[in-house]
C-alpha cells in the first residue's frame, strides 16, 4: 500500500449553509510561503472546485467572504491547480475518514494551515478545537469572526484563529472582540502601532517557521499584507473604501 498522503476528517453539512462539504488534511505542501506545513482543503464534495466557482456554490465553503472569486474577488488561491487535485483525489477515493480519536496519532506535535483553500469555520467547531488541542502550531484566518454562527464561541475561536479583515474599521472590530487581525492592505497604506507587515515580507521567512498567524495562542502584534496573487487587481474594486479616518 501507498504511503497515505492526506485524511478526511469531516464530511457532511457546511456550518455556513448546509450544503454538503469536505475537509481533508494533506500532508505535504510545496507552498514556499507557508513551507511543508499539513494543509487543511475545505471543499464542496459534490462538485469541483472550480465548478463551484462558476455555479456560486462556493458559499458552502467561503461565505459572504468578499475575496470569493464567484464574487468577482481577488482570492489568490489557484483553485485549479491543489484544491483541483485534492478534490480528485477525493472522489477517487484517494483518502481515509478519521475520526477525532485519531487526530493526536496523526497531527499530534504537527504544524497545520487551518484552511488552504475555504473557510475553518464552515467545519463544525469541535474539529477545529480537537486539532488544535494537538497541533504543535496552526495557521487560521476566517472572515467569520462577526458572523452568528459564532455566537458565544468567539472567545474558542480567537484562541487559534485571526480575523481575516479588509478595513481599518474590520479591524477596529475584531480587536474589540477579542481578535488578533491579519489585515489586507494596498500599497502606501499605513500600519496602525499595534500591526506589522508579514514577516514573509519582510524576511522571506515562512509560515511553518514563524508561527505568528495563531491567534491568541500567540501573544503578538496583528499582522498586515500587501495584496497579493494573480488577481490582486480586483482587491480595491470589490472592498470598497479602504482609507478609513
Not at 3 to 14: A, C, L, M, P, R
Not at 127 to 155: M, P, R
Not at 185 to 194: A, F, H, R, S, V
Not at 203 to 227: D, E, M, P, R, Y
Request: with cysteine; hydrophobic share 35%.
Amino acid at each position: 500500500m501507498s504511503k497515505e498522503t492526506g485524511y478526511i476528517v469531516y464530511e457532511g453539512k457546511s456550518v455556513l449553509n448546509g450544503e454538503p462539504i469536505v475537509g481533508i488534511i494533506v500532508n505535504k505542501s510545496v507552498n514556499a510561503k507557508t513551507g511543508n506545513m499539513y494543509q487543511l482543503h475545505i471543499l464542496r464534495s459534490d462538485i469541483l472546485p472550480l465548478e463551484a466557482i462558476d455555479k456560486g456554490t462556493d458559499d458552502a465553503i467561503c461565505g459572504g467572504c468578499v475575496h470569493r472569486r464567484s464574487n468577482g474577488g481577488a482570492c489568490y488561491v489557484n483553485v485549479g491547480q491543489g484544491p483541483t487535485a485534492v478534490y480528485k483525489k477525493y472522489t477517487r477515493g484517494g483518502y481515509r475518514t478519521v475520526t477525532i480519536k485519531d487526530f493526536k496519532s496523526l497531527f499530534g506535535g504537527k504544524k497545520v494551515r487551518f484552511g488552504a483553500y475555504g473557510d475553518p469555520l464552515a467545519l463544525p467547531l469541535h474539529i477545529l478545537v480537537s486539532l488544535k488541542a494537538v497541533v504543535k502550531n496552526n495557521t487560521s484566518y476566517t472572515h467569520q469572526w462577526k458572523n452568528s454562527i459564532i455566537d458565544g464561541s468567539s472567545e474558542m475561536v480567537a484562541k487559534f484563529s485571526m480575523a481575516s479583515v479588509d478595513n481599518l474599521i474590520e479591524k477596529e472590530e475584531a480587536n474589540k472582540a477579542g481578535f488578533r487581525t491579519f489585515r489586507v492592505i494596498t500599497e502606501g497604506e499605513l500600519l496602525q502601532k499595534d500591526e506589522i507587515i508579514c514577516p514573509n515580507e519582510t524576511t522571506g521567512v515562512n509560515c511553518i517557521k514563524c508561527g505568528l498567524c495563531s491567534g491568541n495562542s500567540v501573544k503578538a502584534k496583528n499582522i498586515a499584507i500587501h495584496v497579493h496573487g494573480s488577481l490582486k487587481s480586483r482587491f480595491n474594486k470589490e472592498v470598497g473604501e479602504l482609507a478609513i479616518p
